[in-house]
């Protein structure tokens, strides 16, 4: 049985951060992820936004963390060597209704303290995206854009780097309170710790329950998307939203991806499914119709790729009131942090959030700082963001620089090598996929996808029976079609 001082259940976006937080400190911690990866569910089914804060109600634990996490993200993108871009965001309305509510959302905005944020024209909407709907538009400039599977990555490389252990397949099964500790039974095995803190996602009901809490009640609100191709993304500069309801939920939208495409949708409708991440030819007729709206080059010559994601947010069964981010620590359920209800603006909340959950450990256990911690990652150098003399040395210091192994996105076969050889010890095709984006383009790995399935076997000396597209069980080949001649 491993032994740690603290685990932390779920390695999205908020568990990883919490990892890399927890790593600050000289103390013991392991991460248990279901998942082959990082960033299997919701963390990675997003739109990539960096939200300002606007349409969260003031003194909440969202409202709080999002402002927060939206002004320190410069330093933290240049800290993990992710992609990132303040792009601003312009959110368009069409009538007097509409302006009633972006000047209701521009005072709640100001009240969380949100920058910069101003009512523009049609002229200056024009200026800033002539592709932009709307007839007027308030501008958020500190709003930005990345890349939700490149950050979730980064953050767990640089807590593993600082000492943190990533189990994958390590699916939490049931939790024993013993005198001094918790049992965390999983698929893989067994594991005990002093503290447990739960970042499970979609699924921390139920760990929530396990740990003594109540089976907090969730809803899935699921929303489809459009990628368009990089020949769309010439068009955006911009994210665009419409006006927010009078609740502050927004319905489609047009965003620019930090690689260059353009991401539209989503919509929103209720799930059962906590994995139900189906598209539906329905909800897709919408997202053209209403993308359309947002986005003048909506066309759909440009869809290479769709896919869902679901927010899943704790509400009040009685009212059906829908309420803040959960974050607590309970005396009768001792050493353990409880985050329910982690939804969006999750990607943005991440960082505040962990710093929040593990400070409650860090102060009740007294813990010393960690004298080697270095909040810096450094990431994966890209052959597509080169300049001309800059690929001409790396190609002479490392030749395989020298073959472009992904010719949509660019991506050389020394990219793809540092990618099997991760500090996560990740070797999945969607693994590789999200750490250099291969297959991520017009022809959505048919010509690169064999070719990376065999480097990983190559690489780590395995059958290719035993090479797995993303999912246990997920197996890229099953047999050969043909014996040998």
Same mark, same amino acid.
Request: charged share 30%; glycine share 10%.
């Given at each position: 049985?491993?032994?740690?001082?603290?685990?932390?259940?779920?390695?999205?976006?908020?568990?990883?951060?919490?990892?890399?937080?927890?790593?600050?400190?000289?103390?013991?911690?392991?991460?248990?992820?279901?998942?082959?990866?990082?960033?299997?569910?919701?963390?990675?089914?997003?739109?990539?936004?960096?939200?300002?804060?606007?349409?969260?109600?003031?003194?909440?634990?969202?409202?709080?963390?999002?402002?927060?996490?939206?002004?320190?993200?410069?330093?933290?993108?240049?800290?993990?060597?992710?992609?990132?871009?303040?792009?601003?965001?312009?959110?368009?309305?069409?009538?007097?209704?509409?302006?009633?509510?972006?000047?209701?959302?521009?005072?709640?905005?100001?009240?969380?303290?949100?920058?910069?944020?101003?009512?523009?024209?049609?002229?200056?909407?024009?200026?800033?995206?002539?592709?932009?709907?709307?007839?007027?538009?308030?501008?958020?400039?500190?709003?930005?854009?990345?890349?939700?599977?490149?950050?979730?990555?980064?953050?767990?490389?640089?807590?593993?780097?600082?000492?943190?252990?990533?189990?994958?397949?390590?699916?939490?099964?049931?939790?024993?309170?013993?005198?001094?500790?918790?049992?965390?039974?999983?698929?893989?095995?067994?594991?005990?710790?002093?503290?447990?803190?739960?970042?499970?996602?979609?699924?921390?009901?139920?760990?929530?329950?396990?740990?003594?809490?109540?089976?907090?009640?969730?809803?899935?609100?699921?929303?489809e998307y459009f990628i368009l191709d990089k020949k769309a993304g010439k068009h955006l500069n911009i994210p665009v939203y419409p006006a927010p309801n009078d609740k502050g939920g927004f319905s489609?939208?047009?965003?620019?991806?930090?690689?260059?495409?353009?991401?539209?949708?989503?919509?929103?409708?209720?799930?059962?499914?906590?994995?139900?991440?189906?598209?539906?030819?329905?909800?897709?007729?919408?997202?053209?119709?209403?993308?359309?709206?947002?986005?003048?080059?909506?066309? #759909?010559?440009?869809?290479? !790729?769709?896919?869902? *994601?679901?927010?899943?947010? /704790?509400?009040?069964?009685?009212?059906? +009131?829908? $309420?803040?981010?959960?974050?607590?620590?309970?005396?009768?359920?001792?050493?353990?942090?409880?985050?329910?209800?982690?939804?969006?603006?999750?990607?943005?909340?991440?960082?505040?959030?962990?710093?929040?959950?593990?400070?409650?450990?860090?102060?009740?256990?007294?813990?010393?700082?960690?004298?080697?911690?270095?909040?810096?990652?450094?990431?994966?150098?890209?052959?597509?963001?080169?300049?001309?003399?800059?690929?001409?040395?790396?190609?002479?210091?490392?030749?395989?620089?020298?073959?472009?192994?992904?010719?949509?996105?660019?991506?050389?076969?020394?990219?793809?090598?540092?990618?099997?050889?991760?500090?996560?010890?990740?070797?999945?095709?969607?693994?590789?996929?999200?750490?250099? #984006?291969?297959?991520?383009? !017009?022809?959505?790995? *048919?010509?690169?996808?064999? /070719?990376?399935?065999?480097?990983?076997? +190559?690489? $780590?000396?395995?059958?290719?029976?035993?090479?797995?597209?993303?999912?246990?069980?997920?197996?890229?080949?099953?047999?050969?079609?043909?014996?040998?001649?």
């Amino acid at each position: 049985m491993a032994e740690f001082d603290v685990i932390i259940i779920g390695a999205g976006v908020v568990g990883s951060a919490v990892a890399r937080e927890l790593s600050r400190y000289a103390v013991h911690a392991a991460v248990l992820e279901k998942e082959l990866d990082v960033a299997c569910g919701n963390s990675s089914r997003n739109t990539g936004m960096l939200h300002a804060g606007f349409t969260y109600k003031p003194g909440t634990l969202k409202a709080e963390c999002a402002v927060e996490g939206n002004q320190e993200f410069d330093q933290v993108a240049k800290e993990l060597e992710i992609p990132f871009r303040r792009t601003g965001k312009v959110v368009v309305g069409f009538n007097d209704h509409d302006m009633e509510n972006l000047l209701k959302f521009k005072a709640v905005g100001e009240k969380n303290g949100v920058r910069g944020m101003q009512i523009i024209d049609k002229t200056e909407l024009n200026r800033l995206d002539s592709s932009a709907g709307g007839e007027f538009a308030m501008y958020v400039p500190d709003s930005g854009i990345l890349d939700p599977m490149q950050y979730t990555i980064a953050l767990a490389e640089n807590a593993c780097q600082n000492g943190v252990e990533f189990f994958f397949d390590s699916k939490v099964t049931a939790i024993e309170r013993t005198k001094d500790e918790y049992l965390v039974k999983t698929t893989k095995g067994e594991f005990s710790a002093k503290w447990v803190v739960n970042c499970a996602g979609m699924y921390a009901p139920e760990i929530s329950e396990m740990l003594g809490y109540p089976n907090y009640p969730t809803k899935g609100f699921k929303g489809e998307y459009f990628i368009l191709d990089k020949k769309a993304g010439k068009h955006l500069n911009i994210p665009v939203y419409p006006a927010p309801n009078d609740k502050g939920g927004f319905s489609t939208h047009a965003t620019p991806t930090i690689d260059g495409n353009v991401l539209v949708g989503p919509d929103s409708y209720v799930t059962e499914g906590r994995e139900d991440y189906a598209v539906t030819k329905e909800h897709l007729d919408g997202l053209i119709e209403d993308g359309q709206k947002m986005f003048k080059h909506m066309k #759909r010559e440009y869809f290479i !790729r769709n896919f869902a *994601g679901i927010r899943w947010k /704790r509400y009040d069964p009685e009212t059906g +009131e829908i $309420l803040d981010f959960l974050l607590e620590a309970d005396e009768e359920k001792p050493n353990t942090v409880n985050l329910v209800g982690i939804e969006s603006p999750g990607i943005t909340c991440a960082l505040p959030l962990a710093r929040r959950a593990v400070k409650i450990v860090a102060e009740r256990e007294h813990l010393a700082a960690n004298p080697d911690f270095n909040p810096c990652r450094k990431g994966i150098r890209k052959y597509i963001e080169m300049s001309t003399e800059e690929k001409k040395q790396a190609i002479a210091e490392n030749p395989d620089y020298g073959e472009v192994v992904c010719r949509c996105e660019n991506v050389s076969r020394a990219e793809i090598l540092q990618a099997i050889h991760n500090p996560l010890g990740v070797h999945t095709v969607t693994g590789i996929k999200n750490r250099t #984006r291969a297959t991520m383009g !017009r022809c959505q790995g *048919g010509y690169c996808e064999t /070719r990376i399935t065999k480097m990983i076997e +190559e690489e $780590l000396g395995i059958k290719p029976e035993e090479v797995r597209y993303s999912k246990n069980g997920g197996y890229m080949f099953t047999g050969k079609v043909r014996e040998d001649v």
